[in-house]
């Protein structure tokens, strides 16, 4: 049987999410196709259709992960002030809840650690999303009448992800919810955001 484009892209996409899903739970590392693709409904055999190798299904993945981070910072602006809508997403982003999801959320505290052993193209591909993340930040910066809207935006983005970084690795919780709020009342105060924490 035969299927149009669209299923053939609802199928893709299918994969990607439970690649993505599979990095977030696991790390890139340790990514196969088998399961990948049982999870997604399919049998190996259909990887080519979809994906020229493992590298290149990586890759889309990554790609897979910003789309659905990204999808946080447009709900959380949308309809809103710059300055409350940045204030949302960041009082998300430097959650418990966002801390300690591995299904979803912002890739960049999921994929710092393993970026420097993976490939070029995937490499590039984290460096592209950083950028779009950085760039959609200044825009709403520069909204809110900042002229160095493009800095402030890449100290803000380095900010929370460390930040997120170092509170997963902390082992009490106590002090693991003091770093990401330390970053809140931080970033509240440098952008005047009325942080609801």
């Known amino acids: ?9 609802q199928t893709r996409e ?3 999410k439970e690649a993505a899903n599979a990095i977030r ?23 080519y259709a979809h994906f020229a190798s493992r590298d290149d299904l990586v890759a889309a993945a990554i790609d897979q992960m910003f789309l659905d981070g990204s999808e946080r910072l447009t709900a959380s602006l949308e ?7 940045l204030a949302i997403y960041l009082d998300f982003y430097l959650s418990r809840a966002h801390c300690e999801t591995r299904t979803a959320g912002c890739p960049l505290p999921f994929l710092s650690a393993d970026a420097p052993r993976l490939e070029p193209e995937a490499r590039a591909r984290i460096t592209a999303g950083v950028r779009r993340m950085t760039d959609r930040i ?8 900042r ?7 890449g100290s803000l983005v380095n ?9 997963r ?11 990401l709020a330390r970053s809140r009342r931080a970033l509240a105060e440098r952008f005047a955001l009325p942080l609801a924490r």
Do not use: N, W
């Not at 309809?79 to 809508?85: D, L, M, S």
């Open 169 to 179: 690795v902390e082992p009490d919780a106590e002090a693991s919810d003091a770093i």
């Open 138 to 145: 200044a825009v709403v910066l520069q909204a809110m009448g």
């Open 79 to 85: 309809g809103r002030a710059p300055a409350e809508g």
């Open 147 to 153: 002229p160095d809207a493009e800095t402030a935006a």
């Open 1 to 9: 049987m035969r299927y149009g484009a669209e299923h053939k892209q």
């Open 25 to 47: 739970m696991e790390g890139v590392q340790k990514i196969a196709v088998a399961p990948v693709m049982a999870k997604a409904g399919l049998t190996q055999g259909g990887f």
């Open 14 to 16: 299918r994969i990607l």
């Open 159 to 167: 900010e929370i992800v460390g930040a997120v970084s170092l509170a």
